[in-house]
């Protein structure tokens, strides 16, 4: 059978919120800080308002009626830099794919269809933060290492 994509909407927000606690489980050692409940209430939440004010671009791969993979892209807007005139920056996050439908395409065909979004957008650079599972995949579509990048958490 044959995948068929739709860009995600407000509508979506439980069904994207169910598979990022489910790749969460799958890749976090940390425990974490919050009940599981907190955690799904936060991440709804969060896709709710994000997509609803346009700051959040998802696309959802079904096979029939199976939601078999999702995907993600934050937009930021960041000052211009010489390298990047419009300050518009894309983040790929939430980018999984359930174990059954594995080792098919899909995180390929589903970052076709981000890549294409974020030009839309004038996005000139996406960043992500790859899993060792991901980061093969990520360097084969073309993106390079980051040196330099550091973070405070705070």
């Known amino acids: 059978m044959a995948f068929s994509f739709r860009r995600a ?72 830099t010489y390298g990047n005139m419009s300050g518009k920056l894309g983040y790929v996050t939430n980018m999984y794919t359930r174990p059954a439908w594995r080792r098919r395409g899909l995180a390929v065909m589903l970052l076709d269809r981000l890549v294409e979004a974020a030009r839309e957008e004038g996005c000139r650079r996406l960043c992500l933060n790859a899993s060792a599972m991901g980061r093969p995949v990520y360097l084969r579509y073309g993106f390079s290492p980051l040196d330099g990048e550091m973070a405070l958490d705070l």
């Open 9 to 80: 909407g407000v509508d979506d927000a439980e069904l994207l919120t169910v598979m990022r606690l489910e790749m969460r489980k799958e890749r976090e050692t940390a425990v974490c800080p919050v009940s599981e409940e907190e955690f799904f209430r936060c991440n709804l939440a969060f896709f709710r308002t994000q997509i609803a004010a346009g700051n959040f671009i998802a696309f959802i791969a079904y096979e029939g009626d199976q939601a078999a993979a999702c995907s993600g892209l934050s937009l930021e807007i960041h000052p211009p």
